[in-house]
């Protein structure tokens, strides 16, 4: 009994959420409520959006009930440990940017002006560099449970028989 308590508490401690960890799932967070706000807006002015030339609300709903949807998805697997977060960080990472993209080139051919893409440029590689650095740190990786912290006897070379 004792034995398992030790076990226990030795994986609550090995699992301990690294920062960068917490920093990842709080941009996401961040990000996911920015797409609720979007939903519930565009439900809220449908009749009004609906009467602006640009993107229909239909398309502004469903971005923006997908994006809360797998953002709280993916923020929960971050915030918890889940092994499978990070491929799905991975996933929705590659997702969200693409779409950020699309719109903005969709935006330029309908005659609006890019004139900030160097700024787009940086910030899509600083986060896509924020992310795998995030997701591929050895804290990360205990954290996720994709790899174990040796202990120490793990480290001493195993006896031989003579």
Known sequence: MVEEVQKLSESKVSRKRPFSVTLLAVLVLSITIVHLVRFINTLTLWNFLT?????????LALTGLFGTIAGALVFWGLWTGNPRAPLATGILTVI?????WLEQILSVRAGNEFENWPFWI???LMGLVFVVWTLSHAGSKVYFGEMH???EK???PPLQES
């Not at 009467?51 to 398309?59: A, I, N, R, T, V």
């Not at 969200?96 to 950020?100: A, E, I, K």
Request: no cysteine; charged share 25%; glycine share 8%.
């Open 149 to 151: 912290e040796s202990s």
């Open 51 to 59: 009467e602006l030339p640009g993107k229909p609300p239909f398309y």
């Open 96 to 100: 969200y940017l693409s779409l950020q």
């Open 122 to 124: 940086g910030m899509t």
């Open 154 to 156: 793990d480290r001493r």
